[in-house]
């Protein structure tokens, strides 16, 4: 898992552009975490820094983000440097995360859980946001949706494929995801059930689970109109997750 970020290196900022990433992922997602201001912000997963730099921007008092790709992270400071915002970046696995030394008030995590292939790493990584976090507490959790039907309509037109490969490990089963950028990009990751996100969330001591769909913003629909959206809307690929430490 590592060695596929690391080779992506800064190509990881193309995502942000995709239709269903710059029209969907990014507004949703902002929305649903809602206002950081004079929060601390813990970005897990965190790629280039695009959210943490997102979350600073917005107000949040401390950002820290932690990703497993030590290339990742050199982009993301080199970005940091280019335009200083404050935010902190460290090479993490978060299966393995130390205790930061600080209670955060916001956890956030884009593409996390579905890299673990057994369900004792997924909880193990549940664990270890939820001892970092102040009670109360809130993790918010972007994901590929349990339910997508990969028999479904092709999701080229919003800029990326998703297809099963026909393993399968204790987590669910493996994805082939391609973002159809110049060059494409493919990464490889786990689809969990919707039962294995549920269980180790609760597990690590966190509650009031609410899944919360992905919605299209007013700008995607007035750039593509509303018939371009509806296969993503009918079948949605993606949707995120709330709960409370």
Known sequence: MVQQYDEIGEAFEGFKGLPIVKYGEVPSFLA???DVRGKSVLDLASGTGFYSREFKRRGAADVLGVEISGEM???????????PL????EVGDVAGLRPLGQPFDVAVA???LNYAEDVATIE???RNVH????????????????EYDFDGPSLAKYGFTTE???EEVEAGQRVRTTALLEPPVTIFGVFPRREVYEKCLRAAGFSDLTWVPVEVSEAGLKEFGEDFWADALGNPPLTMLRCRA
């Open 32 to 34: 649903m975490v809602g």
């Open 73 to 83: 992270v050199n982009v993301a400071r080199a970005l940091e440097e280019r335009d």
């Open 124 to 126: 193990r990584m549940c």
């Open 164 to 166: 099963l490969t026909g």
């Open 86 to 89: 404050g935010v902190r970046y």
């Open 110 to 112: 884009v593409q996390l």
């Open 131 to 146: 001892q970092n976090l102040a009670p109360g507490a809130e993790f918010f959790l972007f994901n590929q949706s349990p």
